[in-house]
């Protein structure tokens, strides 16, 4: 038994609460080594005759990743107190692990050395909103989606797409734009809408703003906000406005105040200012940092993001460079937000594990790139194998509790990213089956503007040209694939956030992979083969369905079992999706 990859701690994401009565435990163990895992628990109180009364209860593995295997086990204690160890077995060996280490024998009349959650809290638990789990974004870049009102054009506009984007070129894209294609939206099956920045600014990205009270006019009003807003909300589309406040633009009339006045300046503490300068975003000179500890820092931007939210009725915010900014800003940020708005959504831009801003108390979400890189490297750039990716996606989804996974905002291209096309060299095909296993994967799928019809683009600004409304142009076979993927998404229960992924096991075939999404009576079984040629594949069949059907075809599928088995042939770059019921 390899003891020292055994691995448990009282905390998320080895501990947290489901509810207000049930507690999910996991226990990490060095991949293929444990044999069986029991947990025993009890109230810490709860003794007889000088014995420690106890519940055992067997532990089952959730997924394996290259490294480990991840047993869980769910308990309700009565009182929301628990003292408990592990009991852990190879085929050679049984010990008792416990906060302490490992024991040969499980002993009642001591429980001092056990691990202990010592009360489930209802106000320390995750709350997130309902509907995000349901929801499937659209992030628009609003100075390239659509121009609705020539008036109100830039300087020096640019016809619309004559040009290639740069990183000061204008085409007069605005809300009046989005507002004349919500339509085409709801008709492509989206049921939210991330706008990136409206605020004033010089620049055709927003992210280095002037004035945080006031729409850019090249965009707007806020009559038009609201209109478009009321517009959304009447179809049920939902949506969030992004925040920049870890930095504003040189511009920014406060700054200004610190730059020619120096230490004298009123302000000259709200930014990180020193001799020799100021502390900006990256080393972008235009973008000043702000001190966001400084108490009247902290209450002048966030009474900006409560005024938005209060007056415009949003859905929520997505939080620019957030893990830059600190966490007690965040935590008030939340609690001002949500006493307006209790179902808000707030995401955070997080590029990397971002578990210490999911634990209740910041955000709800955080945009899922590490997911992106994964389908890149697998789906578009062949960079691993099946295995290696259904790993790294198990130890994915082991990173947070399911919880968190479920409203995580997953994305696979952005603003600040190539197009897929690109990183998948302009292979439509594998663009699709990144795109079915993305829209069925657990979360909240956000799919950036053109992405549906093929648009094509390389790092920033390539990325963000404008949108292609002509049809001619259009890829109109992508647009329908990824509209029956939401469409599905919206009407079949496994496909969404409703369905429990899982991968299937079998003999691995490089470049394919199978997974499952189920609820207590449909499953979905996906196969899909991101290699250049056909595949056969045989996954063993415990339980009976009264009928099996292909969901792309809707052809008939119980021929495809024979005994407990069931053997599909899927072609080169193909997929076949199986509905049970």
Request: charged share 20%; with cysteine.
């Amino acid at each position: 038994m390899d003891k020292a990859a055994i691995y448990h701690r009282t905390d998320v994401p080895y501990l947290y609460g489901i509810d207000q009565q049930t507690i999910e435990i996991k226990l990490r163990s060095k991949k293929g080594d444990l044999t069986d895992v029991t947990l025993v628990y009890g109230d810490p109180y709860d003794w007889h005759e000088g014995q420690w009364q106890n519940t055992r209860k067997k532990m089952n593995i959730i997924g394996s990743d290259q490294l480990f295997d991840y047993w869980v086990c769910k308990v309700k204690p009565t009182f929301k107190r628990l003292r408990y160890v592990f009991e852990v077995c190879c085929e050679t060996e049984q010990w008792t692990y416990t906060e302490k280490g490992f024991y040969q024998v499980t002993t009642y009349d001591d429980t001092s050395y056990y691990f202990a959650h010592p009360y489930l809290h209802q106000t320390e638990q995750f709350h997130a909103p309902s509907w995000v789990k349901d929801t499937i974004w659209y992030q628009i870049f609003p100075e390239r989606f659509a121009n609705g009102d020539s008036t109100i054009n830039p300087p020096n506009t640019e016809n619309w797409g004559s040009q290639k984007p740069t990183f000061d070129n204008f085409f007069g894209g605005d809300l009046q734009g989005i507002i004349n294609h919500i339509d085409y939206l709801e008709k492509l099956g989206i049921t939210g809408i991330y706008l990136t920045p409206i605020f004033l600014s010089p620049s055709n990205h927003k992210y280095n703003t002037t004035n945080y009270r006031e729409i850019d006019p090249h965009f707007g009003d806020k009559e038009i906000l609201k209109a478009l807003i009321t517009m959304c909300h009447e179809r049920g589309i939902r949506i969030i406005l992004d925040a920049v406040f870890n930095h504003c633009g040189k511009d920014f009339p406060l700054f200004i105040d610190v730059k020619k006045h120096g230490s004298t300046s009123p302000y000259y503490h709200w930014f990180h200012t020193h001799q020799s300068g100021y502390e900006t975003f990256a080393f972008e000179d235009s973008m000043p940092k702000f001190n966001t500890t400084h108490p009247d820092v902290k209450k002048y931007l966030i009474d900006i993001a409560c005024a938005w939210t209060k007056e415009f009725q949003i859905d929520g915010w997505r939080l620019d460079v957030a893990n830059e900014v600190d966490h007690s800003f965040w935590r008030e940020f939340r609690v001002r937000i949500k006493e307006i708005n209790p179902e808000a959504y707030i995401v955070g831009e997080v590029w990397h594990d971002a578990l210490p801003w999911l634990r209740g108390d910041q955000f709800d979400s955080v945009m899922n790139y590490p997911l992106s890189m994964l389908l890149i490297h697998y789906f578009g750039q062949d960079k691993i194998d099946a295995q290696n990716f259904q790993g790294s996606i198990t130890s994915l989804l082991q990173m947070y509790p399911p919880y968190v996974n479920d409203v995580l905002m997953n994305i696979i291209s952005s603003h600040d990213t190539q197009r897929v096309l690109n990183v998948c060299n302009g292979e439509l095909e594998k663009v699709k089956l990144m795109y079915l296993f993305f829209l069925s994967y657990p979360g909240s799928p956000c799919i950036y503007y053109g992405e549906e019809i093929g648009m094509s683009g390389g790092a920033d600004p390539d990325c963000r040209a404008c949108m292609v409304w002509d049809e001619s142009k259009q890829n109109l076979d992508m647009y329908n694939f990824i509209q029956k993927c939401t469409f599905f998404r919206h009407t079949l229960k496994p496909f969404g956030s409703a369905g429990k992924f899982q991968f299937i096991p079998y003999n691995h075939i490089q470049n394919t992979i199978v997974y499952e999404k189920i609820t207590d009576d449909e499953k979905l079984l996906f196969f899909i083969n991101s290699a250049n040629e056909p595949v056969e594949i045989t996954v063993p069949m415990s339980t009976h369905y009264n009928t099996i059907q292909n969901i792309w075809t809707n052809e008939d599928a119980c021929h495809l079992i024979q005994g407990n088995q069931l053997t599909v042939k899927v072609n080169a770059l193909d997929f076949i999706v199986l509905h049970f019921q």
